[in-house]
């Protein structure tokens, strides 16, 4: 008998949509950046992301239309219109329409999360613009391998202090193991960018550990956000697409709001400073692909919060280290790369980013280790072993019966 099993069902059709979109932009990212230059200054650059993100987010009121709509066809209940138009939020059980109550605090739950992700979002933008620094100048590798494991280990946090989640040996296994990781990827990393035979002579040491440091607090941010939408989700009865089309107009607001104050007294109206007219058909397409493919991996990831957990999410994410790991890999085969002792460091971020795979995946109960009794609780085997204690229930119940009847 194996030792080790995988358990997974048709939900992880999302894992595999998010990776493909995830693993092709990151390419593109890591292997022609200039793909991504929308404008000639790195902030402004970045600020249009903001944007384009939140135009993602809108694009889900499409989807909030098509529910609704297709909801009252399926449910010709009398007086149905009147409840989808009144009520803020509707519960399906068992074929009724029942309508529900936001619980306590939920607008400030929502404009909580609104505002974590909009500074989120904005935190490239907003280093970019203070320190006037170069997208060359900056290891984007080293800053998403540190940044995605410690993304995880806070998931792994506040799962257990916020939600609640008890922790079982397959759980604290799966920790110690991404932790082990973040502990030798630090070092290894700080030494690929130390050592000038490995290191991008472009790249600014400084302002790479400036931006490292402030994107740790987005590493903890976007876990503590998540936490909070599954929250909203169990205690709030909104569906993902909802949450979606609201935090896009949540985030709206803000950004009509600041747009101006950045362009007027930020900027000083000096915004397309470059020619990009002879690119202008590659932009729009672009522009467009990124829209839609960040509109179906920010779905994919709330349907993985909805149905799953906020700490599932970190299957998803960790999709970003391996793309990294993957352009490390051709860019090392190129010849004018110094392969002295960068085979080594490559070798060893492989290993770690792979195992702390791994890691997520034994969290999450996907991969099963029969040993030293980490399957003991898990959910697959706790409801085995209900059925079968239902089953021997009934057979002693069955067993009892036939010993009365011939009495």
């Not at 790479?208 to 939408?229: K, Q």
């Not at 204690?389 to 069955?398: K, L, V």
Request: include cysteine; glycine fraction near 4%.
């Amino acid at each position: 008998m194996s030792c080790i099993t995988f358990n997974y069902n048709k939900n992880i059709i999302y894992a595999i949509i998010y990776w493909v979109l995830e693993i092709i932009t990151r390419m593109i990212m890591y292997l022609n950046w200039e793909i991504f230059e929308i404008v000639g200054k790195d902030a402004i650059n970045e600020y249009l992301y903001v944007i384009m993100l939140n135009i993602s987010d809108l694009l889900a009121g499409f989807l909030v239309l098509y529910i609704h709509y297709s909801f009252k066809k399926k449910n010709p209940v009398e007086n149905n219109d009147n409840i989808i138009a009144n009520s803020k939020s509707i519960k399906i059980i068992e074929g009724e329409v029942r309508k529900v109550h936001k619980s306590k605090y939920f607008i400030f739950k929502i404009v909580l999360i609104c505002c974590l992700d909009y500074l989120c979002r904005s935190a490239f933008f907003i280093f970019y613009q203070i320190f006037e620094a170069k997208h060359k100048q900056i290891s984007d590798k080293i800053q998403k391998d540190m940044i995605i494991h410690l993304d995880i280990i806070a998931r792994y946090i506040f799962s257990i202090v916020i939600l609640k989640l008890k922790i079982f040996k397959h759980h604290k296994v799966a920790i110690f193991i991404i932790i082990a990781g973040f502990c030798i990827l630090c070092p290894t990393d700080i030494i690929s960018l130390e050592v000038d035979d490995l290191k991008d002579q472009n790249v600014d040491n400084i302002k790479t550990y400036i931006y490292i440091a402030i994107f740790s607090l987005r590493g903890i941010l976007f876990p503590l956000e998540d936490t909070i939408v599954k929250i909203i989700f169990t205690n709030d009865y909104i569906i993902p697409e909802q949450f979606m089309f609201v935090r896009g107009i949540v985030e709206l607001i803000i950004i009509i709001i600041v747009t101006p104050i950045l362009y007027i007294h930020v900027w000083n109206y000096n915004v397309f400073d470059s020619n990009y007219s002879g690119r202008l058909t590659s932009i729009i397409f672009f522009i467009i692909f990124y829209i839609f493919s960040s509109f179906v991996k920010g779905l994919v990831l709330l349907k993985v919060i909805y149905y799953f957990s906020s700490q599932s999410v970190s299957f998803l994410i960790i999709s970003e280290s391996i793309t990294g790991s993957i352009a490390a890999i051709i860019n090392y085969f190129k010849p004018d790369q110094n392969k002295k002792y960068s085979i080594i460091i490559l070798i060893i971020e492989v290993i770690v980013i792979f195992n702390s795979m791994a890691g997520t995946l034994i969290y999450d109960e996907i991969i099963i280790i029969k040993k030293w009794g980490m399957e003991v609780n898990v959910a697959k085997e706790i409801t085995k072993r209900g059925v079968f204690e239902s089953s021997t229930i009934e057979m002693i119940d069955n067993n009892y019966e036939e010993e009365g009847n011939e009495d």
